[in-house]
């Protein structure tokens, strides 16, 4: 887990290397262990190392192998790497390291671009080719690990977070308008290619690009997952659904303790993060750390769930970490969260993890989460409604369930120079419901939301803010070959018991009655939901300092009605649309976006 930067040059000219090294000190949080630059002709790579697999110096990176003319910047995990470097070398393939990024490396020499779809894991990928020139990017099917690119007619820039470019210089800065809408429509939601920022884009999930040394590029999608009925399994009960999906989780939680050195668990105290350490103990792991966080009440809002992570810790003998948080480190949370956001992302729960990971990070570097479970199976309570709606509405259906608001009402906040001409958002979601591969309007609506919104809202929220402090957070919920069969399952029992169903009786007898048939709950940071104080005074003074008034985002009087009464107005899903508002001015201003 680390971060990669890079850049290649079109024009006869040699890369920038103060450039490269703004890109990668701006990333020195994702790897703390170590960092290197490797320049040659119209190409520069550089690497901040988090130390996971072969923790000498042959594992470091940027990985030169000169007898295959490649090299490489990695970030992630391969989880399958010693069965892939097993075969390599019964191809002839010799290694000097132990490490996963040569064994990525050489599946590149072998497969060529194919070579994505034997890696299990997670990963973003920069490969050169040392004869041609070419240049190959590659991002993991759930889009897990980021890649941002801003790439010119001159030369093509890439890191693994979007600040880093901007350190770079020469970047478009200016807003995309179409971008904003989707942010204060989708949720905060700006799915791929786009970003907040006209001059930089991220690499789709589940996508290779090849750049030819002329800067002409070609991207191929090498993975989509399916959520229709499976004909082999049209016999398949209930019962043999559960059973196949905990043998799949079994798998994909086990995956992910490869490692040398320990593995932790974020334990919410939820069904999904609680099965994960119950699978982990049911697999021998003895004395495995857990940790949990808590956060004073406000508004009448509780602010922990200790109470049901501490029933599990029990449960399962875990050394368990009850991480309370102090009211007084809240505010500085909130500017190290914005501060470690690649883009803007209006959950609460981005100052949890930033905090959670901070105090985590002290005691191991890898951990796993929960997180994902609920998108891949339902467990939300946007997905009800849309059953039985025919698959012809089913778009618009989904968003006045889901969208923060429609386009009407987007007018009333965005100054008019700010609205695009044409509703961005409801077009995705119609195209995205009306593409073949999903069976129910409930099937599309899960499709849209494990491969578009899980990846640029909960997953970009974990991977930022834990690489905040150095942290990698693996995610078994979104195992690619879990994913696939969980799109196989009717949507008819994902929906049962509240959401989950699947999940929550097949995790009968594993986990805790308690923690099954609780109330769903959240990652809750009271003092956010409902701004008072030195938060309600935060968000003001972005929103009036001169930098925003001369941006003009948003209608004065809009945000005059907003600070008078900052805790009545509500997004669809519930979000303070004050916070929503004064997030992205934060994260403009942190940026020195004028």
């Known amino acids: 887990m680390c971060g990669l930067a890079g850049e290649l040059r079109f024009d006869g000219r040699l890369p920038d290397p103060a450039a490269t090294a703004r890109m990668s000190a ?4 994702r790897g703390p262990d170590g960092d290197g630059l490797w320049a040659r002709g119209p190409v520069s790579l550089a690497h901040r190392r988090l130390a996971i697999i072969d923790l000498s110096t042959s594992g470091s990176q940027p990985m030169v192998d000169a007898e295959l003319g490649l090299s490489i910047a990695y970030n992630g995990m391969v989880y399958n790497y010693e069965a892939l470097r097993d075969e390599l070398r019964a191809k002839g393939y010799r290694f000097f390291s132990t490490s996963d990024t040569e064994v990525v490396l050489k599946a590149y020499a ?24 070419r240049l190959v990017l590659a991002r993991d099917r759930l889009g897990i690990k980021p890649l941002y690119v801003d790439h010119t007619r001159d030369r093509v820039r890439f890191a693994s977070t979007l600040p880093a470019l901007v350190a770079a210089g020469g970047v478009d800065t200016s807003i995309d308008v179409e971008a904003l809408a989707s942010y204060m429509t989708f949720h905060s939601v700006v799915p791929a290619p786009r970003t907040i920022l006209t001059g930089v884009q991220k690499l789709p999930p589940a996508t290779v690009r090849v750049i030819e040394p002329d800067g002409e590029s070609r991207d191929h999608v090498y993975w989509e997952p399916s959520f229709t009925r499976d004909p082999d399994r049209a016999d398949w009960s209930s019962r043999d ?27 919410s105290g939820g069904i999904d993060s609680s099965l994960v350490v119950a699978l982990l103990a049911e697999a021998g792991q003895r004395d495995l750390a857990t940790y949990s966080i808590g956060f004073d009440s406000a508004g009448g809002e509780s602010g922990d769930e200790f109470e049901y992570s501490s029933i599990v810790a029990r449960e399962f003998g875990t050394d368990h970490h009850r991480i309370p948080i102090p009211q007084d480190r809240l505010l500085p949370g909130i500017d190290g969260a914005i501060r470690a956001m690649s883009e803007p992302m209006v959950s609460h729960d981005c100052v949890a993890f930033y905090l959670l990971s901070e105090e985590v990070s002290k005691t191991i570097s890898v951990v796993q989460s929960g997180q994902g479970a609920d998108e891949v199976l339902g467990g939300y309570d946007w997905y009800p409604p849309l059953a039985g709606i025919p698959r012809a509405r089913a778009g618009e259906a989904y968003a006045s369930v889901f969208f923060d608001r429609r386009w009407r009402e987007l007018a009333r906040l965005l100054r008019p120079e700010w609205m695009p001409d044409v509703d961005t958002p409801s077009l995705l979601v119609d195209e995205q419901f009306a593409r073949p591969g999903a069976e129910t309007s409930v099937d599309a609506a899960l499709r849209m939301d494990t491969t578009v919104m899980l990846v640029d809202d909960p997953v970009k929220r974990v991977d930022n803010m834990t690489m905040a402090w150095g942290l990698e957070a693996r995610v078994p919920f979104l195992d690619h070959e879990f994913v696939e069969l ?21 995790a009968r007898g594993i986990v805790p009655d308690a923690v ?3 109330t769903k709950g959240y990652f809750p940071v009271p003092a956010i939901r409902q701004l008072e104080g030195p938060f309600l005074a935060r ?24 600070l008078a009464d900052p805790n009545t107005n509500r997004t669809t899903l519930g979000s303070n649309v004050l916070w929503q508002l004064g997030l992205i001015e934060m994260w403009l201003q942190e940026q020195g976006i004028a």
């Open 241 to 267: 659904w559960e059973e196949a999906l905990i043998a799949q989780l079994r798998t994909a939680v086990e995956r992910r303790m490869v490692s040398d050195v320990p593995v932790g668990v974020l334990l």
């Open 26 to 29: 701006c990333q020195a949080h």
């Open 110 to 133: 072998e497969w060529g671009t194919a070579f994505v779809e034997r890696l299990l894991g997670m990963f973003a990928i920069a490969i050169w080719e040392h004869r041609s020139g």
């Open 539 to 562: 968000v003001k003074a972005a929103l009036l300092d001169p930098v925003a008034i001369d941006r003009g985002l948003f209608h004065p009087a809009a945000v005059e009605s907003l």
């Open 486 to 506: 969980a799109g196989r399952i009717p949507p008819e029992l994902k929906l049962q018991d509240g959401g989950k169903g699947v999940l929550k009786r097949a």
């Open 516 to 518: 099954i048939d609780r």
